[in-house]
């Protein structure tokens, strides 16, 4: 009785999954049919198979400098990720193992301040890269990501569920604060750490609102940026648009393939701290 | 002594790089919207900028656009964060139940999140077309009437949800999986021996101790529902009548499209009030529900 | 792989990416650059890409290089870059939007422009569109076109419903019974009753409502500039698409709905801007004609706007130079842009042979004469999204037009004075 149920339980996870990945096979599907049927959902399978989408957004270089701006996000997103882990990781481990004078409080300030929309923040933070002159540079997307909570947040909880027993011992054995947070601790949290940068590259990647504000010139956007080039309020190109959206998921899509057991796993301890 | 202040040093060194990042962009971003908002700040004509006191948030409070927006803010919440939590939690029960292929299983329900937002609502936008899309095609094929999706006002939020659902139920499922899955079987184990059911199994033992995470999940989507501007924005532009113009959307248009930067700070921090509150309360009630 | 070997490598793919970057950056130092912004993200704006392209060759000294974006967040970002000074040389600016533009002080005065030895004539403008770009005695933009709204029809579904000429080529209703006959003998029921093909749709409800303010004598602001969105003309233009809706002629207004079933030959006519010509052109057997609205109220008449070209305030005289004769150069060859789906604003233009074998748009044009623009205002954006909502609510039969638009003029007369107070009060 158990087992038939249990067999009947994975069949229909397996119908959910593949209904939840349906979509994305449709938005392939139909990336792939002339303009003239793409709206049609009489025929789910194109009639005409074309790669005139893709040969149009790939080879439009001056005004949609495609290559370029995958670079662009490929360069922003990889900075962006590197200093965040970086910033975060050390910054968790001196409220949790260094026990910085005024941590906690400092948490729950980082804290209170994830509440706060973003949306806020765009016109201040406008004022203050104006005034750097980091605006329609790739500077303008990457410091300021750095600010978020989250990864001090996400590895502050982690931290906390390692026993501290093990960087204690190392303490006592002459290690110094810094031996300690390279040797011990980042291996220690290799897989939060893994989490929260795939966490950041995928915000990095898909974050609309920067690029949009900070950037001015056309090569210097963002993937996501240029594919709102193609969501114009006259046109409904749609199959150009879906092209477009499918070259720009690949590469998450891959990036999730390759990492997405560190990516789940470790949100167990994420959430498990409360 | 010297230990520990040594100690406190290094801690704050180590510190340094968030530290300085958050001040100049969180810190000073947050005071200078904070001035804004007691301000008329129009950025098309300049020499009209001046202090107003308390205006913008009394303009607020007597505006119906204002109220209109929080209701249907708190609607989205109050639709979708129930939906998430029973749909994230029904889906890591199977998950944990099933015999084999679970990782693929939850790799595939966690992929949509990986999406890009505005691709999402493309793709929705056109299942939802009330004359030529996707989902009424199937209707009127199974024998159906089509659906009103987005252009009926007690339709439309519920759809928004629906694809909100569909893009982020699996980060919450995963997390609320791997809850489950730390769950010693031992505790099953001898609480079948006393002879309980399946339903007893689930009440007394597997929700009590899913209470934690289930605190983190709750208020985390809390958080996103409120400040939720993609999803509907990009899906319906906030109609029909405005049904689904979120608060968020309504700060965004006053300070961009209307350039009333004041005003759009005001209502911000109105949002930050009401989010804060919420938290704070669900914090303290499952915490205590916890204890 | 160790957790630091991975991050090791991700600093070095970082290193490396930066540097393939910035190889993408190509700058010509002896050309004065001018950078040209607009929303033109369709077809349109390839058609602009190939006169830049024109314009490049036949002036080596300028280089001109276009962005576009989408209307609502050019103008987001227009706005935000020109206030920190960092705006672009030549931009585009919807003759409605002009009011705000002009009142932040961002556009310069190009009355050299239409005067002098190398002006354009003033004469080979309508005056009603270069009243749009005037502002205290002098001008603020070069108007490049005007694009109307019209009636754009499926052929074939109008010669099945029996709408021919003597030729027996696809005719357009021309006034209020026609144009109800043909939504009637166009629409085609399922076997549930339900309507699958539509004889008409509304596109932009606001501006296809916006349409019929002329010809019922409509208007949006009295002489003292206070709202009066609620007149009879209004109320009257409303009612007609109402009784559309009352008979089941319509289908509920929906985003995007009325132009993607016109495409999908779901819909035999529906009201939009000539600018979509462009998008029909792509499709390969789309049977189309474009016709002017029919005259459903007392007299002819529609909506329309114009794009117009403006300049940054601070230049060089070298720099200012190039983007005038930039400017100009668009301006005269507008036949070319009047191909991406536009009326060119230059009678000279309009009236040559080569417009004349355009046929959408020339039928657009004949529209020109009984043309209403947007009101010149600070609140355009609040008066349109309370224009759209009485629409809307009147389109779903959830108020009277009467209702709805007394709701609409209460709020708009609201903003007015509150952009009395807060904007035009000077200390």
């Keep these: 009785m158990n087992k038939v149920w249990k067999r009947l339980d994975t069949a229909f996870m397996y119908v959910l999954a593949a209904l939840f990945l349906s979509p994305l096979v449709l938005m392939i599907l139909t990336s792939m049919k002339p303009e003239s049927e793409v709206l049609n959902p009489s025929a789910i399978i194109p009639k005409h198979w074309t790669w005139a989408n893709y040969a149009h957004v790939l080879g439009w270089s001056e005004e949609a400098p495609f290559v370029q701006w995958l670079l662009n996000s490929f360069f922003i997103a990889t900075s962006v990720t590197l200093l965040v882990v970086l910033f975060s990781s050390m910054a968790a481990f001196a409220i949790t193992r260094l026990k910085a004078p005024g941590g906690n409080f400092f948490l729950g300030t980082i804290v209170a301040a994830m509440m706060v929309p973003g949306q806020l923040f765009l016109i201040p933070l406008y004022l203050i890269l104006s005034k750097l002159h980091w605006l329609d540079t790739p500077l303008a997307l990457i410091v300021p990501a750095t600010a978020g909570g989250f990864g001090v947040f996400m590895l502050s909880q982690f931290m906390r569920g390692i026993p501290e027993a093990i960087e204690e011992a190392a303490l006592m054995d002459g290690c110094t604060p810094l031996q300690l947070y390279l040797e011990v601790n980042i291996p220690l949290c290799a897989p939060a750490i893994a989490t929260l940068g795939i966490f950041t590259f995928v915000a990095s990647w898909n974050d609309f609102l920067g690029p949009l504000v900070f950037m001015d010139s056309i090569r210097n956007y963002t993937l996501p940026v240029g594919i709102a080039l193609y969501q114009s309020s006259y046109y409904t190109e749609y199959g150009l648009t879906l092209a477009t959206s499918v070259l720009a998921t690949i590469p998450l899509i891959l990036v999730f393939m390759a990492f997405q057991r560190q990516i789940v796993e470790s949100m167990t301890s994420t959430g498990l701290k409360d | ?291 | 792989m160790g957790a630091k070997t991975s991050l090791f490598l991700l600093a070095l793919l970082a290193v490396i990416l930066g540097f393939a970057r910035s190889d993408f950056s190509v700058s010509s130092h002896h050309k004065l650059h001018i950078d040209f912004w607009n929303g033109w993200t369709g077809p349109d704006g390839r058609v602009a890409l190939e006169m830049i392209r024109q314009f490049n060759q036949e002036n080596p000294d300028v280089e001109v290089s276009m962005q576009r974006m989408e209307w609502g967040t050019y103008y987001n970002k227009l706005m935000v870059a020109e206030v920190d000074g960092r705006g672009p040389a030549v931009f585009v600016i919807h003759a409605s939007t002009l009011p705000r533009m002009e009142q932040a002080g961002f556009l310069a005065d190009v009355r050299d422009m239409f005067e002098g030895p190398r002006a354009l004539p003033t004469s080979d403008f309508d005056d009603y569109v270069l009243n749009q770009v005037k502002y205290d005695q002098t001008y603020v933009g070069v108007p490049l076109d005007i694009h109307p709204q019209g009636l754009y029809c499926n052929a074939d579904m109008l010669k099945q419903a029996g709408f021919v000429d003597a030729n027996g080529n696809a005719r357009a209703p021309e006034n209020k019974e026609e144009f109800v006959r043909a939504i009637k003998s166009m629409q085609k029921l399922d076997a549930s009753g339900h309507p699958d093909t539509w004889g008409f749709a509304l596109t932009l409800w606001r501006n296809n409502f916006q349409a019929l303010i002329p010809q019922f004598d409509g208007r949006y602001m009295d002489e003292s500039g206070n709202a009066d969105l609620d007149c009879k003309g209004n109320v009257e233009a409303l009612e007609f698409l109402s009784s559309l809706e009352k008979q089941h002629l319509v289908p509920p207004p929906e985003n995007g709905l009325g132009w993607v079933g016109y495409r999908q030959k779901k819909v035999a006519m529906v009201w939009d801007g000539v600018y979509m010509l462009g998008d029909l052109k792509r499709l390969e057997d789309m049977p189309y004609i474009g016709a002017p609205i029919p005259v459903l109220g007392h007299h002819a008449g529609t909506m329309a706007d114009s794009h117009v070209l403006c300049i940054q305030k601070t230049m060089s005289p070298e720099r200012r130079d190039a983007a005038e004769r930039f400017i100009r150069f668009l301006s005269e060859h507008s036949i070319q842009w009047a191909g991406a789906g536009q009326v060119p604003a230059r009678k000279s233009v309009r009236n040559s042979a080569e417009f004349a074998k355009m046929p959408v748009q020339y039928a657009f044009s004949k529209q020109i004469p009984t043309m209403m623009y947007p009101p010149r205002t600070h609140i355009l954006f609040e008066l349109s999204l309370e224009i759209d909502l009485a629409v809307e609510k009147v389109m779903r039969g959830r108020a009277t037009p009467d209702e709805a638009l007394k709701v609409a003029n209460k709020n708009c007369q609201t903003f007015i004075d509150r952009d009395r107070r807060e904007r035009q009060a000077k200390p």
């Design chain 2, 1 to 291: 002594m010297t230990y520990t202040r040594k100690r406190g040093m290094d801690a704050w060194l180590f510190m340094t790089p968030y530290t300085l990042s958050f001040a100049a962009f969180i810190l000073v971003p947050v005071l200078v919207s904070l001035t804004l908002a007691f301000m008329q700040f129009d950025l098309t004509s300049r020499n009209s900028i001046q202090f107003v006191g308390t205006r913008n948030f009394s303009d607020a409070l007597k505006d119906d656009y204002f109220w209109q927006a929080l209701k249907a803010t708190l609607f989205f919440v109050v639709l979708m964060v129930p939906c998430m939590i029973t749909t994230g939690l029904a889906m890591a029960f199977g998950m944990n139940a099933m015999t084999r292929g679970r990782n693929t299983v939850r790799a595939l329900l966690f992929l949509p999140g990986m999406l890009n937002v505005a691709v999402a609502s493309i793709l929705w936008g056109w299942f939802y077309n009330g004359e030529f899309g996707l989902f009424n095609y199937l209707l009127k094929g199974w024998g159906f009437a089509p659906k009103p999706w987005l252009s009926d006002r007690s339709w439309a939020m519920p759809s928004a949800v629906g694809m909100n659902l569909w893009w982020a139920v699996g980060g919450t499922s995963v997390v609320l999986l791997a809850a489950l899955q730390q769950i010693p079987r031992s505790i099953f184990e001898a609480a079948v021996l006393d002879g309980a059911g399946n339903s007893a199994l689930l009440n007394r033992i597997s929700l009590p101790l899913l209470r934690p995470v289930m605190l983190f999940v709750v208020v985390t989507n809390t958080i996103a529902g409120f400040q939720v501007f993609g999803p509907t924005f990009l899906l319906t532009r906030g109609g029909p009548e405005l049904s689904t113009r979120a608060l968020v959307q309504y700060i965004y248009e006053t300070a961009f499209n209307n350039y009333r930067l004041g005003y759009g700070a005001a209502m911000s921090w109105l949002l930050f009030a009401v989010v804060a509150t919420f938290a704070l309360v669900q914090y303290r009630f499952l915490k205590r529900s916890v204890a």
